[in-house]
């Protein structure tokens, strides 16, 4: 266990020195963009092996404490920013916004106790680490959109517009982030059926509105909600920016505020 959380430690340092350069390159007008994406690379790796180290010991995958939810999303969100921010060149000043963001997940881990939990028989099914997968790409899309709309919010109160310049202009964004929101909408219904399905498995009923249940299909609701009055009314890119980031701060919610409603992450697991 030491060595998982020596590796886990020196991967939060190395993300914290990535934000570092990140807003630094924005502020003093830089363009670190290989530094960046080669030292996020160099902690995905640590944090990676980490969570394999702790995954063979306990023999079972990162979705059972807190601390692993945390752990195994924070790796799987910067994962997939990672090779976003790989692909598409203007969305790489988005950085200075995204790692910030992520910094209170890692700060939040970091206060959770990296203790073992107990593998209850309704996680023993395929279906629940496909419903995981399907949710974390839904979150990653979502991380990308918001540093996206973030970028839109800055400018729109004139904070750091001039150190933003270079990024395309607010239309352009806008419009690739709902790229992006649709792709987490894709990835979100999948993850409702596939968590349907586990419920059907491990509990003998596909939906019975607990709390979890009902606050993501309220998230499911707005993010198709918001998309819908893009294509519809077509708000301003402020406007799109908001509700991007409303979506994305609901999503959060579900994905980690159920311990504020019940004992464990997921209620009904034990």
Do not use: C
Not at 156 to 169: C, E, I, S, V
Not at 247 to 252: D, G, K, S
Request: aromatic share 14%.
């Amino acid at each position: 266990m030491e060595r998982e959380m020596l590796l886990l430690w020196a991967a939060v340092s190395t993300y914290v020195l990535t934000g570092v350069v990140a807003i630094f390159g924005v502020v003093l007008g830089k363009r670190p963009d290989r530094t960046v994406l080669a030292l996020l690379s160099l902690a995905l790796l640590l944090h990676g092996v980490s969570i394999l180290l702790r995954w063979e010991r306990l023999d079972h995958g990162p979705y059972l404490t807190m601390f692993e939810i945390l752990s195994s999303n924070i790796w799987s969100l910067l994962l997939f920013y990672a090779i976003a921010y790989g692909r598409y060149r203007p969305i790489r000043p988005t950085a200075a916004i995204v790692l910030p963001l992520m910094f209170i997940m890692m700060g939040w881990m970091v206060l959770s106790h990296p203790g073992e939990g107990h593998l209850p028989p309704t996680y023993d099914t395929t279906w629940l680490v496909i419903h995981i997968l399907f949710g974390k790409v839904f979150l990653g899309a979502a991380l990308v959109a918001v540093g996206m709309a973030g970028v839109i919010l800055l400018r729109r109160f004139d904070l750091g517009t001039a150190k933003l310049a270079r990024l395309p202009d607010d239309r352009r964004l806008d419009d690739l982030a709902y790229r992006f929101m649709a792709l987490g909408l894709i990835f979100d219904t999948l993850m409702l059926i596939a968590g349907a399905i586990w419920a059907q498995d491990a509990w003998g009923r596909y939906w019975a509105w607990d709390p979890l249940e009902t606050w993501s299909f309220i998230t499911w609701l707005m993010l198709a909600f918001s998309l819908h009055l893009r294509v519809t009314l077509k708000p301003s890119a402020v406007r799109g920016a908001w509700m991007i980031l409303a979506v994305f701060v609901l999503a959060f919610l579900t994905f980690f505020g159920v311990p504020f409603v019940t004992t464990v992450p997921h209620q009904g697991a034990v």
